[in-house]
C-alpha cells in the first residue's frame, strides 16, 4: 500500500484555481445554461491535453475530459451551476450585485475550480512518472435541478469507473462518511371545468379543489411515514380570478426517504391519493415525475483514504486578511444558527467550542455528523450507486455558514478560492495514491458490492433529460 502523497500544488495551479473559481463566480449561470463554464473548463482540460467528449447524455453542458489509458480508471466529478437571485457582492453586508441576478450560493465555483486544479494536479503526477492508468474530470452540470448526473449515470458514463471522487463546500474540512435522502420530485396538475363561480358553479369541477384535497392527505398521511421521510409541497398553480372555478391547478411535490424503495412506495401512495382527489372532485389528475435521485451510498474504505490524505495536506493556507473577512462575515450570522450547525457535526464539547469560537475550521475534523443520514440529497447519490464513491467537505466558509446564503456567496468570490486550492490538492493526492493502490480499490469495490446488497442502479427517469429550464415546473 503506497502512502497518501499531496501532490504539491505548484504556483501556476494554484493560480488557475483562483482565476477559474474566479470567473465562474463573476459569471454565474444557472443549471442547464452553463454554457461559458462548460467551455472554460473543457478548454483548459484540452489545452493540458484530456482529450473532450461535449455535450454527454443529451445534456449540452456537460462533459467528460480524459487522460492516460487502461485501468484503474478514477473520474473526479465537477459542478458549476449557479442559483437564482443569489447575487451578491464580496462585501460583508447584504448587497447584491445585480438584484435578482444569480449567484454562487453553494460554491459551485469553487467545487470546479477545485476539483480541476485536482485533475490537473494528478496528470502532472501521472506524467512525472510511476503512475498509470486512466484520469477524467466529469463536468457534470445544473446539480441543483437534479438533472446533471441522473442522466449521465442512467447512460452509463460511470460504468467503467474504478472509483469517483467527489467534494462540496462547507465550513468544515472532513471526509464524508454517511449518506442523504432519496428523492422523487413531482409536477401534479389536475384538470377541472371553468365555469362561473357564482353564476353557474353546478357547470363547474374545481382543479384547486382537488389540489387542496391532495394536500390535506398528504398531511394526514404523515402520521404514518417513517420519521426520516420528508414529503414537502409548493403550489405552482391555483387559478386567477376566485369568480372564476379553477379549471386547471398544480402543486411541485419533493418526497425523500432513506432508501430509493421506501421513495418508491410514498410516491405511489400521493399518486394514488391524487387519484383520489380527482375523482372526489370529478377532475383529472396528470402525474408527472421530474426528477428521482438516489441517496448517498456511503464507503467507508475510501473514507479512510480520503481521512489520510486530508491529514497529509494540512491545513488550509488562510492568512490574516482571510480570517479577518471571514470573522466580519461569521458575525452577521445569527448565532443560534451558529451553534445549531456546530452542534449538528457531534464533536466532543472541547472541539465543539473551539469551533464555535473560530471563524475558518481549516484543521480536517473527524465528526460524528459525518456518519449518519443527512437531510438533504444530490445527484452524487446516484454516481454512488454506480461506483465507489468519495467525498469531503472543505471550509470555503466561515464556521456555521448555511449553504445557499449570501455570506456563502461572498466567501466563494474571496477566501473560498484558498479552500478550492486545498480541495483541489486533496483531490490530486487521493486520485494518484488511488491509481497507485489496487488493493485499496478492491476493498473500496467489495464494501460498495456489500452495501448495494444485490440491489443494481436502475434510475426511476425514463424521459430525454429537459432541453432547457423551460421545460422544467421548478
Ligand atoms: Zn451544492
Redesign the pocket.
Known amino acids: 500500500m503506497s502512502s497518501p502523497d499531496p501532490v504539491t500544488v505548484e504556483a501556476e495551479l494554484r493560480e488557475t484555481v483562483y482565476d477559474v473559481a474566479s470567473e465562474l463566480w463573476e459569471r454565474p449561470e444557472l443549471g442547464l445554461e452553463e454554457h461559458e463554464a462548460a467551455r472554460l473548463l473543457s478548454g483548459l482540460l484540452e489545452e493540458e491535453g484530456f482529450s473532450v467528449d461535449r455535450g454527454v447524455a443529451d445534456l449540452p453542458t456537460a462533459f467528460v475530459a480524459e487522460y492516460g489509458s487502461g485501468e484503474p480508471v478514477i473520474g473526479i466529478l465537477g ?1 458549476y451551476d449557479a442559483l437564482p437571485e443569489m447575487s451578491q457582492a464580496v462585501s460583508a453586508r447584504k448587497e447584491p450585485l445585480e438584484s435578482g441576478a444569480p449567484g454562487h450560493g ?3 465555483n469553487l ?1 470546479a475550480a477545485g476539483s480541476l486544479g485536482g485533475a490537473l494536479g494528478a496528470k502532472r503526477a501521472m506524467e512525472s512518472g510511476g503512475v498509470e492508468g486512466t484520469l477524467r474530470l466529469y463536468g457534470t452540470p445544473a ?2 435541478l437534479g438533472v446533471g448526473k441522473v442522466y449521465m449515470a442512467r447512460e452509463g458514463l460511470f460504468d467503467d469507473l474504478s472509483a469517483a471522487i467527489s467534494w ?1 463546500p462547507g465550513w468544515l474540512a472532513s471526509a464524508t462518511r454517511g449518506s442523504c435522502l432519496a428523492v422523487d420530485s413531482l409536477h401534479v396538475t389536475f384538470e377541472g371545468t371553468a365555469s362561473h363561480a357564482a353564476a353557474v358553479p353546478e357547470a363547474g369541477r374545481s382543479a384547486l379543489d382537488a389540489l387542496h384535497l391532495l394536500d390535506t392527505g398528504i398531511e394526514f398521511m404523515r402520521e404514518h411515514v417513517p420519521d426520516s421521510a420528508r414529503i414537502h409541497y409548493a403550489v405552482t398553480g391555483g387559478g386567477g380570478a376566485p369568480n372564476v372555478v379553477p379549471a386547471e391547478a398544480s402543486g411541485l411535490y419533493y418526497v425523500r426517504a432513506e432508501s430509493r424503495e421506501e421513495v418508491a412506495r410514498l410516491t405511489e401512495w400521493i399518486e394514488d391519493a391524487a387519484e383520489g382527489a380527482a375523482m372526489m372532485t370529478q377532475t383529472e389528475a396528470i402525474v408527472d415525475l421530474v426528477n428521482s435521485m438516489y441517496g448517498l451510498l456511503p464507503n467507508e474504505t475510501l473514507a479512510d483514504r480520503v481521512e489520510e490524505v486530508m491529514a497529509s495536506v494540512g491545513s488550509v493556507g488562510f492568512d490574516e486578511a482571510d480570517r479577518a473577512f471571514a470573522a466580519e462575515l461569521k458575525s452577521t450570522l445569527d448565532p443560534g444558527t451558529v451553534e445549531n450547525a456546530v452542534a449538528a457535526q457531534g464533536v466532543d464539547e472541547a472541539t465543539e467550542a473551539e469551533l464555535r469560537e473560530r471563524a475558518l475550521a481549516d484543521e480536517p475534523v473527524r465528526t460524528e455528523g459525518d456518519e449518519g443520514v443527512g437531510s438533504y440529497s444530490t445527484d452524487v447519490g446516484d454516481v454512488s450507486w454506480v461506483v465507489p464513491t468519495a467525498q469531503f467537505r472543505a471550509p470555503t466558509w466561515p464556521v456555521g455558514t448555511p ?1 445557499h446564503s449570501w455570506q456563502a456567496v461572498a466567501a466563494g468570490g474571496d477566501f473560498g478560492r484558498e479552500a478550492a486550492v486545498y480541495a483541489a490538492r486533496v483531490v490530486a493526492a487521493t486520485t494518484v495514491d488511488l491509481l497507485s493502490d489496487p488493493e485499496t480499490l478492491a476493498a473500496a469495490r467489495e464494501e460498495f458490492e456489500e452495501r448495494r446488497g444485490g440491489r443494481g442502479y436502475e434510475t426511476a427517469m425514463t424521459d430525454s433529460p429537459p432541453a432547457d429550464r423551460s421545460e422544467l415546473p421548478y
Open positions: 459542478e453553494c460554491g459551485h467545487f446539480e441543483e462540496h449553504a
